[in-house]
């Protein structure tokens, strides 16, 4: 007999049955090849012995194994793992996987690899990310209240059926009154189109509105992720400079003078990665622009919520009289990364395209993540979060700027971000970033090296420094170690 006592690991404080844990582990047993199709399993008394359980929770695990098509009883005989198992043996196995790690022989579309600190950070109690909330924060039991609440209704059970591929029409409701009351964005929730984030906006709308070879206007500097949106679909990026207002919008005019631009993206809220604030006169332009020269706007407003010393400017989408702005926006910088709800805004018939196409690749959102983050909004938690996070993360932008000012002077270039989560800093140009960085790493920081924000015009020493998800204990500690790295 097996070393069962051994083989089968049980986790007695898990949530998980210890039945299920038994099936599973039989299961990892049986697909390794210890044990082999048509092999008997041990009686249920001997095992319950063994491994120290009930002799029930045995006879329940088998059945389930059963019930899952692993294993069959024999009358009199006992339960065997099932003779015709598709099961191969481990050499064999580890063969075939290693087929799966070499190029195949058809020709295929390859995006660009994930670039950006999220792909190489290392698993580290400290991090300068690229500006990312502090999720310690997120009132997720909250939201998991009301996920468990609604799926317990007796309603709650239709949302685990398919649903409206443009999300939650309850969400697509309160989002409306909510972006009329932050940002006088009136909209009827059929002009809303519920997305898994930004990222989503903008590729539904790089494949909606740009054909191959067609030029898209972007920032000298950019969101990285945008462009290779845009490069993926095969259009052609014209680089339009951004300066301390903005993008240049004279600039922007010689240029359509001379090519047919179809589409503008633009972060004029705080544009990535400077932060910069794109002052009314050139908004005021730009859809003027818009309307002459009949190109989309493409308005990521992805961390609309924090800004600092007054009151954030309307979205480009609040003054559009004219339908030119597609205007994108989510909550996974206000409230967790990781939980995926964003929103795409258009006229309808845009929102409509949009929809069909979310739908081939994601045939709808989470619609019971999508009706527990309604109740949030309904409830006024998602506003009392806003308020506590932007008055938290104020306080450590001041922190980590006074530091930075006090500690890097000479060093660092740096202004004081009016809104968003991270300082945009450039460093003096005598210092290796990437030295830095793994400078740092060896010193228990996790900090970006600056390769995610240069591209073929965009040569700058610096990096996006965030200071939200930090305490600021954190801070001065990050901070310490970076001085040291340099
Ligand atoms: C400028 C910009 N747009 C969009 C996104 C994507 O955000 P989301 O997580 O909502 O997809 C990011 C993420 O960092 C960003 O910086």
New binding site residues.
Partial sequence: MLPYKSLIQLDRDSSIALYIQICNNFITLITKGILQPADILPSSRILADLIEVNRNTIKLAYEELISQGWAESIERKGVFALSNLPIRSTNKMDHELEKFKSDESFIWNKPPEISGERAHFKKLNLTID???PDVRMTPVDLLMREYRSISRKFYGKDFLKYGNPKGSERLRIILSSYLANTRGLVVNPENILIT?????G?FLSAQLLLNPLDHVAVGVSN?N??DETFQYRGANLVRIPIDEYGMDVDYLEDVLREKNIKAVYI?PHHH?PTTVTMIMERRLKLLNLAKEYRFAIIE?D??FDFHYNNKPYLPLASIDHHHNVIYIG?I??TFA?AL?I?FLISSQPFVEAATALRHMVDRQGDSLLEEAFSALFENGEMERHYRKSLKVYKTRRDLFCELLQKNFNGVIDFKIPEGGLAVWSVFDKNIDLKKMSENALSNGLNVEDGSFYKNEVFNVNGIRMGFASLNEAEIQQALDILKKSL
């Avoid at 898994?196 to 989503?200: D, E, L, V």
């Fill in positions: 690229g500006g990312f898994k984030g930004s990222q989503m903008i969101y992720a945008a972060v990535f990521d992805y961390d989510s996974t910088k990364p995926r964003g």
